[in-house]
């Protein structure tokens, strides 16, 4: 069955310092990975995607994302984090989730202590 | 701006009652989606639909149908409410192809007492 892994369910960092979140996914075929986030009252909102070209994505807020797909993984990455990146953090795949669904990883909170 | 809007954003029901919970979407995007989303489980999808009238299955459809009357409009029915069934259900909708990006609503936190 599909699935997608994230290594850390919460993470605290301190401001500027440099920021990794881990997900991988199993699905071997198409490629359609996405990094949603859901800040503290807000919806879940696209921080980017990744489909096929150039491994290493960059999305909205300064976070970006690589490919490796020799270790089935895209990872987030942010150099320097701020306060306002206090979120949950989802990885999802849409290869085989339910047709057109997403498959979601059970999510990253990310706490940033000022 | 995308605007997907759901009907209650807290909800507190009865075991054995018929919930529903409705989502409308401004966009004229073909796909919609309902997920819920548990503590530690992150988001799983339960119906979708690619157009009126049109359903699919997700990864946990039991206990829930839905209903899609008008493109704008997709509708998440409990048949019979169960205590397992308190959760935050997320609307969501896009474009045809599954590529695009999903525009979520606010969430309806459901209680079942």
């Known amino acids: 069955a599909q699935s997608v892994s994230q290594h850390n369910h919460h993470v605290i960092l301190s401001e500027a310092a440099s920021l990794e979140l881990g997900c991988n996914y199993s699905?071997?075929?198409?490629?359609?990975l996405f990094w949603y986030v859901q800040y503290p009252g807000q919806h879940l909102q696209l921080l980017l995607k990744?489909?096929?070209?150039?491994?290493l994505v960059k999305g909205i807020k300064g976070f970006e994302a690589e490919f490796i797909k020799s270790k089935f993984s895209f990872n987030l990455r942010k150099p320097s984090v701020q306060w306002s990146d206090t979120a949950e953090y989802f990885c999802?795949?849409?290869?085989?989730?339910?047709?057109?669904?997403?498959?979601f990883g059970k999510g990253t909170h990310l706490i940033i202590q000022p | 701006d995308v605007k997907v809007t759901q009907s209650s954003r807290y909800l507190v029901k009865r075991t054995g009652e018929k919930v529903f919970l409705e989502c409308v979407q401004d966009?004229?995007?073909?796909?919609m989606f309902w997920y819920r989303q548990d503590p530690g489980l992150g988001l799983r999808l339960i119906y979708f639909?690619?157009?009126?009238?049109?359903?699919e299955k997700g990864d946990i459809p039991e206990g829930y149908s839905v209903s899609r009357e008008k493109k704008e409009r997709f509708s998440l029915i409990l048949e019979s409410a169960s205590t397992n069934q308190t959760s935050m259900y997320l609307c969501?909708?896009?474009?045809?192809?599954?590529?695009?990006?999903?525009?979520f609503g606010p969430g309806t936190r459901l209680l079942v007492l």
């Open positions: 969501a909708s896009s474009f045809l192809s599954g590529r695009e990006t999903q525009y």
């Open positions: 699905y071997g075929g198409t490629v359609n």
């Open positions: 990744y489909f096929s070209g150039d491994p």
């Open positions: 999802a795949d849409l290869s085989g989730g339910g047709a057109d669904g997403l498959t």
């Open positions: 966009m004229d995007h073909e796909n």
């Open positions: 639909s690619y157009d009126v009238k049109m359903k």
